[in-house]
């Protein structure tokens, strides 16, 4: 009995055995498993981070190309302000101009029409002068001939 009694020891070991090293290599494919798995994750974390990277150099030149933009739209903003300005003033000189044309013109008539009577006085003189010098021409004659 005693050796019955070893015998069935043994076989239970011998399972046990079994079970443990069955048990081991269940546990190792498991851990080659995760270790897949964890390998996985860190290329896919290695790749989060490349593209968070890549993102960051995106987002830094887009804030550089805003900011530019934004100081190119204030630099045109003051030169339109100017620009209106600038027409402002021109228009003051178009308006001042074009009264001073007005009162050149308006100036220009009353002169133009003194002008004609004066031309029209001196014609009158002119006809008087000559009138007068025949008459002298023809008293001088006369007297000449009495």
């Known amino acids: ?11 239970s070991m011998v399972q046990e055995k079994e079970y443990a090293k069955t048990r081991l290599e269940e546990a ?19 790749s989060l981070l490349k593209k968070i990277n890549q993102a960051d ?13 934004i100081t190119k739209l204030e630099e045109a903003h003051k030169a339109s302000a100017n620009s209106e300005l600038e027409v ?3 228009q003051r000189r178009i308006n001042l101009t074009e009264t001073e044309l007005e009162q050149m013109e308006s100036r220009l008539k009353e002169v133009s029409a003194q002008l004609t009577i ?9 006809k008087g ?10 008293d001088d004659e006369k007297n000449k001939q009495s």
């Not at 019955?4 to 043994?10: F, H």
């Not at 004066?118 to 002119?126: C, L, R, V, W």
């Open 1 to 11: 009995m005693a050796m019955n009694s070893i015998k069935t020891k043994m076989m």
């Open 28 to 46: 190792e494919r498991e851990a080659d498993e995760y270790k897949e798995k964890i390998k996985a994750s860190e290329e896919e974390h290695q």
């Open 57 to 69: 150099l995106e987002f830094d030149k887009a804030s550089e190309e805003l900011s530019t933009n």
């Open 88 to 90: 402002g003033g021109l």
């Open 118 to 126: 004066a031309s029209h006085n001196s014609d009158e003189s002119e």
């Open 129 to 138: 002068r000559k009138t007068f010098e025949a008459s002298g021409i023809e």
